[in-house]
């Protein structure tokens, strides 16, 4: 897929002109200087042409050292990029941006410089200006209002032509190895003959991407856990919590399976929040929860548990979510076979909505752990996609109901039917004569069998009533 890098200096609307080419807001927009950080990068299209973009924090002469790596890591984005549409204001070219520009012309990258803020005819006579500093391609925009986004569109597509018919290969995704990557087709993949005939409508899941979000409390270790994952450097690591603002994503293979990594912001209280940019960094975090299909929620282990791990972790299940729990920075403690176990009775006295959820003990740092995190990620995944024929379950069903029969009385409670409705989330439906006053500590029995007998350990699940 072609990769287009917005660059520029800090504060010249990339990150709005990415939601504008993107057709959503996924970027977090501020006039504050330097909201962006990390790399953006999603998959769009434009003109029917598949594309992947990618949003870059602001190049400047950073001396602190996280301006430093958000700095690099927008220059190798820039390497890395197909096509590069380099972003200036319409008011004038700093030094920052001749130096940009000086970098775009060595490197032969095709490119368009986009000036913004072409938001009146005054502003739009100054784009001619522009072309003095010997760039192929030169756009009037104004991100903000829309204007000039058809024009950008046909110059970006032109030049994507063009480099077709003079035969110059824009590599793809799939061509181009991602660092890390080398070794990937020494998995295990799942085809077609690992799949039962009798289930194989079900199991279309398997060849499906898994998407991960990895959540948790600022400064855990979420974008290391990723980087770690990815293996290579895609999310900035810094001691400053709240480093991650935009969601960040990334991809490894694992035994034949394709996970796209989501790394959060920090989630923290609400009465802690007061920056708009931190509000829209967490809110994309809690979005983030929605659409995924599995969850690390990393915790540090040298500090512990906190109020704000239960709302997460009551989310998740809230959400039918399969999820592990990384105590991450694992090897920073001593006795660590006795802490385990303290620290997993701590979790499941506070947590109970998680007695279910697998804790395991990871170092982000020195990888410990990691492989055997992301095995048991797909043992709960395949819990997530179970399902049970109705034959058995209510097989099951009367052997519970005679082990231990539902209340009687003047007016008896009878179940009489079960079946299961949906996988991912996991939901059965119970038939019962009256669904007014049915006991709580009964329907509780119910879900224990359930989760002991018909293999569903680890997950969270539903189980509705039903008259």
């Known amino acids: 897929m072609i990769r287009i890098c917005i660059a520029g200096r800090p504060n010249v609307g990339k990150s709005t002109l990415f939601n504008r080419l993107y057709g959503r ?7 504050m200087p330097g909201v962006t950080r990390d790399a953006v990068a999603m998959e769009a299209e434009i003109g029917g042409r598949p594309v992947l973009l990618v949003d870059t924090g602001g190049i400047g002469e950073g001396e602190a050292e996280l301006d430093t790596q958000v700095y690099d890591r927008s220059r190798r984005e820039m390497a890395r990029a197909d096509v590069v549409l380099l972003l200036v204001e319409v008011g004038g070219v700093t030094g920052e941006d001749e130096e940009l520009l000086d970098l775009l012309r060595r490197s032969g990258t095709p490119s368009i410089l986009v000036v913004n803020k072409v938001d009146n005819s005054e502003r739009d006579q100054m784009v001619s200006e522009f072309w003095q500093y010997g760039v192929p391609e030169v756009v009037g925009v104004s991100a903000a209002h829309g204007l000039g986004m058809d024009d950008l569109e046909d110059r970006i597509l032109a030049l994507l032509d063009g480099a077709d018919g003079e035969g110059a290969a ?3 995704d799939a061509e181009r190895p991602e660092d890390g990557e080398e070794n990937a087709g020494d998995d295990e993949s799942v085809g077609d003959g690992d799949l039962q005939s009798t289930e194989e409508a079900n199991d279309a899941w398997k060849t499906r991407p898994v998407r991960l979000a990895i959540i948790g409390q600022p400064n855990t270790g979420k974008s290391s856990l990723l980087n770690r994952l990815a293996g290579e450097d895609r999310a900035i690591v810094s001691d400053l919590a709240g480093t991650t603002r935009d969601v960040v994503e990334a991809r490894f293979s694992f035994r034949g399976t394709e996970f796209i990594l989501v790394d959060t912001a920090g989630i923290r209280r609400r009465s802690r929040v007061h920056e708009n940019v931190e509000y829209y960094a ?7 929860i929605d659409d995924a299909e599995l969850a690390v929620l990393v915790i540090d282990a040298t500090k512990g548990l906190s109020e704000q791990d239960k709302k997460i972790a009551a989310r998740l299940t809230d959400r039918g979510r399969g999820a592990v729990v990384a105590l991450n920075k694992w090897d920073l403690l001593d006795d660590r076979g006795n802490q385990l176990n303290a620290i997993t009775d701590r979790i499941h006295f506070l947590f109970p909505v998680f007695q279910h959820v697998p804790i395991m003990p990871v170092s982000a740092l020195t990888g410990e752990g990691v492989d055997a995190m992301v095995k048991r990620l797909l043992h709960v995944r395949s ?3 179970r399902r049970v024929d109705t034959g058995p379950l209510n097989q099951a069903l009367q052997r519970w109901l005679e082990e231990t029969p539902p209340p009687s009385g003047k007016r ?3 179940v009489r039917y079960i079946t299961q409705v949906s996988t991912n989330p996991v939901r059965f439906v119970v038939f019962v004569n009256r669904r007014k006053g049915f006991p709580e500590f009964y329907l509780r029995y119910l879900r ?3 989760r002991e007998e018909m293999g569903f350990a680890h997950v969270p699940f539903f189980v509705d009533l039903r008259e």
């Open 25 to 31: 807001r996924v970027a977090i927009t501020d006039s």
């Open 448 to 450: 224990n069998r359930i």
């Open 383 to 385: 819990e997530l996609h």
């Open 282 to 288: 967490v809110q994309r975090a809690l979005d983030a």
């Open 412 to 414: 008896p409670f009878k």
């Open 170 to 172: 824009l590599a793809s």
